[in-house]
């Protein structure tokens, strides 16, 4: 094909988009990086060098593992039960039955809903003589402090995660299960093949690698829970629900202390990068071939 | 047919209970919100039908708090950030899926780069930039407006969305318009664009859902509550009524009625099944 356009053009269309990339996440990146080898603890105005130490004082403050091991509870609780459930329920919703357009909706209207309204809700059935309570002592169970009690909070914010993302991850895995070839579940049914041993022998193998991208997009928003937090419990108590990017905000917002909230930026970011990064190699390679 | 009929039953089971499991939150919160101030909102056993119905929560809500402002205040950001993806990406997308140029590798890769960085790393320096370029609403409203469209007027996402899109659009639609004379952006503004129709239209609707419900970036640079966006705004309730659970209702429920209309008006794109979402915050 013949070249319409001049030697400039091309980079003339990209410059807008460029200058705001460059302005509001290049810039910043790097600063991020140059701010978390400075020391703002002391005077604000005026930072001094301090090399690794934030990284140090970080690996010896109790607080940070604190905020670690809560991250850890929400991967291996939230992300499992993300990448399941919500196929579950995309299989049912697949078959041929009535209603499903109402049945999508219904499910997904949790994932439009703010998610500040969805904490303050949320927050509601935990009240301390809430519906939720009232439902266990009806069981004969004693009343929990849900987001009170530092043993229950992080699992009472995990499940509100988890009910505003199930919508999300039935819909990925909808569009997925469309492409398993029809005639595949035709050969299972002339085999006479069981609702469960057609799903687990035809559906999760095909579906594989939906379930692969599932978890890495699940994991990598359990890393950056900000909102549950902030609305709900605002990292109490004792620390029981502080996650790393509540902590980065407290730090670099509420403390001041610049240097010391950078590189927990710094360590967030390296881990969200892998994360990313198996995503984009193996999962969505496709969309992003040049 | 027994069985048939049998799995069916137990399919609209299991459906029926997860679509209440979604909803219940909300009802209950629209329940709390139309109680009166004489009934028991801790009331053993609980009252999911109001005993003494009342619109009050919401008429005292409204008059109290400027949920107007909020609403006007969410409805400019979301805009503003909509029109500038929308332009942006697909400025950005088309070279990039149509065009020959040196740098072009680089200038992919960088883009691909920003997908693996979450804003909540780089939050803290995108906010000494916006106060540095006086893009906060200390200055004036409209700089506070700016600072709050500004770090997503774009994202890669929406690029690459754009990019897809024009990459599926035959080559001849350009080289036809090429011989009838137009040029370079002529053809991306009058023939390109409009065939990318419904690209753009899913772009500008999970654009417009994730800026609505953002919550971080606006609660980091806001200052004055008369530009409080809804999500803002409501969380502040908690705080004005501190255990008024019947006014935090009332206004939880108010701000979620329109993002509720504009999810059901617009659900084809979000439930078609299609959707490969940025929504996700």
């Not at chain 2, 893009?135 to 506070?144: I, Y």
């Not at chain 2, 754009?162 to 318009?177: G, K, N, S, W």
Request: contains cysteine; hydrophobic residues 55%; positive net charge.
């Amino acid at each position: 094909m013949f070249k319409y356009y001049g030697k400039w053009a091309p980079h003339l269309f990209l410059l807008p988009a460029g200058v705001i990339l460059l302005i509001f996440f290049f810039i910043p990146f790097f600063q991020t990086i140059v701010l978390s080898f400075q020391d703002y603890s002391n005077n604000i105005y005026n930072p001094s060098w301090i090399g690794i130490g934030n990284y140090l004082g970080i690996f010896k403050n109790p607080v940070f593992y604190k905020v670690m091991l809560n991250t850890f509870i929400y991967l291996i609780v939230a992300v499992p039960v993300l990448a399941i459930v919500p196929l579950f329920l995309a299989i049912l919703i697949s078959q041929k039955i009535r209603g499903i357009t109402v049945y999508k909706i219904l499910i997904y209207l949790p994932v439009i809903i703010s998610i500040v309204v969805a904490a303050i809700a949320f927050k509601w059935l935990y009240a301390d003589q809430g519906i939720l309570n009232y439902l266990l002592n009806v069981l004969h169970i004693n009343s929990v402090g849900w987001l009170t009690d530092s043993k229950y909070a992080i699992y009472s914010v995990i499940i509100l995660t988890i009910w505003k993302g199930i919508g999300y991850y039935m819909m990925i895995y909808l569009a997925a299960l469309m492409s398993v070839p029809k005639e595949l579940y035709e050969a299972c049914d002339i085999d006479g093949a069981s609702f469960l041993q057609k799903h687990l022998t035809v559906t999760i193998p095909h579906i594989m690698p939906t379930i692969a991208l599932v978890t890495t997009i699940s994991s990598i928003s359990a890393m950056k829970i900000f909102a549950e937090i902030y609305v709900m419990t605002k990292g109490g108590p004792l620390n029981s629900t502080k996650t790393i990017v509540y902590y980065i905000y407290e730090k670099a917002f509420e403390n001041l202390d610049l240097g010391y909230a950078s590189a927990m930026a710094v360590i967030l970011l390296v881990v969200v990068m892998i994360f990313s990064l198996i995503n984009i190699c193996c999962f969505e390679r496709n969309k992003y071939q040049i | 047919m027994m069985k048939k009929i049998l799995k069916s039953f137990s399919i609209h089971s299991v459906l029926i209970f997860t679509s209440l499991l979604s909803i219940f939150p909300f009802i209950w919160l629209l329940s709390t919100s139309l109680k009166g101030n004489s009934e028991n909102i801790f009331a053993y056993p609980p009252a999911l039908i109001p005993k003494e119905f009342t619109f009050a929560n919401y008429v005292g809500v409204w008059h109290r708090v400027d949920l107007m402002r909020y609403f006007i205040n969410s409805m400019v950001v979301a805009g503003g950030t909509v029109i500038l993806n929308l332009i942006l990406s697909s400025l950005a997308g088309y070279p990039l899926a149509r065009m020959e140029f040196k740098g072009k590798k680089i200038a992919f890769f960088a883009i691909l780069a920003t997908i693996m960085v979450p804003f909540q790393a780089i939050m803290l320096p995108v906010y000494l930039i916006t106060l540095k370029l006086h893009l906060v609403d200390s200055v004036n409203d409209v700089a506070g407006f700016i600072g709050l469209v500004m770090p997503f007027a774009v994202s890669a996402f929406g690029i690459f969305l754009m990019r897809q899109a024009f990459l599926a659009i035959p080559r001849e639609m350009e080289e036809a318009a090429i011989v009838d004379g137009c040029n370079v952006f002529q053809v991306f503004w009058k023939v390109l664009l409009p065939m990318v129709k419904p690209s753009l239209a899913v772009l500008a609707i999970f654009t417009f859902i994730g800026s609505w419900g953002e919550f971080l970036w606006p609660s980091i640079v806001l200052t004055k509550e008369s530009m409080f966006t809804l999500p803002v705004g409501i969380n502040n309730l908690q705080g004005m009524f501190s255990s008024n659970w019947r006014y935090i209702a009332a206004g939880s429920i108010i701000s979620t009625i329109p993002i509720i209309i504009f999810f059901l008006a617009m659900q084809k794109y979000f439930i078609a099944g299609e959707n490969e979402g940025a929504v996700k915050g």
